[in-house]
């Protein structure tokens, strides 16, 4: 059974930084691609970020383009969205995401839904 487990969200001003973490378990966590999703209040689920199973190809939501980064550390089984420049805008819960393709497949996520996800983590941007 997979396990994904978020941790680094938290209450940052507008303008600040936070990196987020996702551990996984259960899985040869470096064989699949990984996603991050993001949820505000009273709006849906949405794509922020994907990446291949290697790193070399990665993904984003037009309105975090240029200001978040997705990385993957394969041997430490965790994927990382460091969050620069926050807005108000950013505030939601945000969620980790496992894809299962192919092993090696070129494959990355742009917004389909995943296989698997993790319980979430807060990030409150204030103003």
């Known amino acids: 059974q997979v396990q994904l487990v978020e941790s680094g969200g938290g209450l940052v001003q507008a303008g600040g930084s936070l990196r987020l973490s996702c551990a996984a378990s259960?899985?040869?966590?470096?064989?699949?691609?990984m996603g991050w999703f993001r949820q505000a209040p009273g709006k849906e689920r949405e794509f922020v970020a994907g990446?291949?199973?290697?790193?070399?190809?990665?993904s984003y939501l037009d309105s975090v383009k240029g200001r978040f980064t997705i990385s993957r550390d394969n041997p430490k089984n965790t994927v990382y969205l460091q969050m620069n420049s926050l807005k108000p805008e950013d505030t939601a819960v945000y969620y980790c995401?496992?894809?299962?393709?192919?092993?090696?497949?070129?494959?990355?996520?742009?917004?389909?839904?995943?296989?698997?996800w993790g319980q979430g983590t807060q990030v409150t941007v204030s103003s």
């Open positions: 995401a496992m894809y299962y393709r192919r092993y090696g497949s070129s494959w990355y996520p742009r917004g389909e839904d995943p296989t698997n």
């Open positions: 259960g899985r040869t966590f470096s064989m699949y691609p």
């Open positions: 990446i291949s199973w290697n790193g070399g190809s990665t």
